[in-house]
């Protein structure tokens, strides 16, 4: 006899011990914002979690690797197996997290900034322990997992020797505002006044060009020093510096030529780098310069 059109409600039984590996692809991660940025940033509490819903009655491992490369070094994930949530009685579904984080992976390593990619590999294990799991698998007429990826990097990060530069001034002109009967300085120094919230030591260098982009002078800041992180790592009062440095005729002159003032950081976390902080969206880096002379005139 024959029997046609047959449809399964569900299939059951043991599903054997097989392992499939999925190919490896590219994590698309949009990391420009750190361009502005020469250093590394190691991001402290990465968290990694992926909620699934599932009806396949089959205990599943999952075998997931990241892999970053920097400078063509390649920093791993290192995660255990872990196993999808799965139901146990025919026509439910089971749901559950599994999550990767800094305590049973080497994360921290994989999302270290900057990289230059990341890639994402995985491979799945039905029955990978039957001692534990038993040996009941069965299919729903319609098997599926579902589920989304969430990737959190939370601000929270240490760093030593990072840089940052910005413009403070592109058409600087003191010339032009000199009187014609001036014919030199007595004295000359520069004010800076630095105002922070970055959870961050710093050490400020002004720097002068002319029109032709040529570096004239550099004037090194004190050391602006990261104020105290509260006990969530998050820095609540200003820093306030005010710095004068003097200038001698020299100096004074080329300062006179430069038309562009740039700021470049040296920057550390909190503590040389070795305390974990939290760098909010609020947090600045406020800079503000003058320049006083007592010119020599010519009545």
Same mark, same amino acid.
Not at 88 to 93: E, F, L, N
Not at 147 to 152: Q, V
Not at 259 to 283: C, F, I, N, Q
């Given at each position: ?148 990826? &969430?990737?959190?990097?939370?601000? =929270?990060? @240490? $760093?030593?020797?990072?840089? *940052? !530069?910005?413009? /403070?001034?592109? +058409? ?55 104020? &105290?992180?509260?006990?969530?790592? =998050?820095? @609540? $009062?200003?820093?306030?510096? *005010? !710095?004068?440095? /003097?200038?001698? +005729? ?50």
């Amino acid at each position: 006899f024959g029997i046609a059109n047959l449809n399964f409600e569900y299939v059951s039984g043991y599903f054997g011990k097989q392992a499939v590996n999925l190919p490896s692809q590219k994590l698309p991660f949009d990391a420009s914002l750190f361009d502005l940025f020469e250093g590394e940033i190691t991001f402290e509490e990465p968290v990694l979690q992926f909620e699934l819903k599932n009806n396949i009655g089959v205990p599943i491992g999952l075998d997931l690797d990241f892999v970053a490369y920097r400078n063509g070094t390649p920093y791993s994930l290192n995660a255990p197996q872990q196993m999808l949530p799965y139901p146990s009685v025919v026509g439910d579904s089971a749901s559950g997290t599994l999550l990767y984080n800094n305590v049973n992976t080497d994360i921290t390593s994989v999302f270290t900034l900057p990289f230059d990619s990341v890639t994402y590999s995985a491979g799945v294990t039905t029955n990978p322990d039957t001692s534990v799991n038993g040996k009941f698998n069965f299919l729903p007429g319609s098997p599926k997992v579902s589920g989304d990826i &969430l990737l959190e990097l939370p601000f =929270v990060f @240490t $760093t030593t020797g990072i840089t *940052l !530069s910005t413009s /403070l001034d592109s +058409n600087l002109n003191i010339a032009s505002q000199l009187p014609e009967q001036f014919v030199g300085v007595e004295y000359a120094k520069l004010i800076v006044n630095t105002r922070s919230t970055l959870p961050m030591d710093a050490q400020l260098d002004i720097q002068f060009y002319d029109d032709n982009g040529n570096l004239l002078l550099v004037k090194p800041l004190p050391l602006i020093e990261s104020g &105290l992180p509260n006990a969530q790592g =998050v820095v @609540t $009062t200003p820093n306030v510096l *005010l !710095s004068e440095l /003097l200038l001698d +005729n020299a100096e004074f002159e080329l300062i006179k030529s430069a038309r562009v003032v740039t700021a470049e950081a040296t920057m550390s976390t909190y503590d040389a780098g070795s305390t974990p902080v939290k760098l909010r969206t609020d947090a600045t880096l406020g800079i503000s310069i003058g320049i006083e002379a007592k010119a020599i005139l010519e009545l």
